[in-house]
């Protein structure tokens, strides 16, 4: 039933240079994984916002990798002190039964001397469900890859592929988790009051009345 949504080749857009002062602000997300084995999930780390100029999608950097829940941890410090000033929400998700909430407060307190403002969100049991609102977003070209990121490839494998059961899909849903964030900001937008909507309408008629009065 989701055949008609896959996300195609010609729905990928990519940019080679970025200008990070187009970004106001970053969302960090982390999908993460129990093991570092080889044969378990990528860990999925993934910063992504808005461009303040064109209102598309930019993702600004990933990790795409298989690492144990302590490494997983390292490397989101790092690419959060990366961009730190920018960052403006880092979440992760709870699949990894607490481990990685465990080593990442761990490091950022032991090692590194910083207070992380990390946010849990709950696993959703249908990916597929998950990803599926976000879709139109590449169907109108506003989601851009680094052209030259290493994992590239690995990206859009899994995102040409999904949902395909014997594809990795890590980086989908690190990417729904992130989209997801720019749906919910939209929602709590406050919406056009019933008055000024009036004014508008009242302004629209006037000028009309106006314009067939001087034919």
Known sequence: QYSDWFIKKEHL????FLNIDD???LYMHC?????GKQTSDFCCIMLIWENRKDKNYYIIDFIL???DVEKQSRD???LYLKYH??????TYDEKSNNWFWFWIKKLA???YNISLPIEELKYPNDKVTHFTPHIPHFIANRVYLPMNHKMLQEAELELLAFPT????????DGLSWCLDNFAIIKSNQPKQQPQQFFNRMTWQMEWWNKFWLLR
Do not use: S
């Not at 999908?31 to 093991?35: E, S």
């Open 13 to 16: 857009r990519y940019y080679d």
């Open 23 to 25: 970004f106001d602000k």
């Open 31 to 35: 999908d993460t994984t129990h093991t």
């Open 65 to 67: 990798e298989k690492m």
């Open 76 to 78: 989101a410090i790092n």
């Open 85 to 90: 000033n920018r960052i403006k929400k880092l």
């Open 109 to 111: 307190r032991e090692e």
């Open 165 to 172: 059961k014997w594809i990795h899909d890590d980086f989908v």
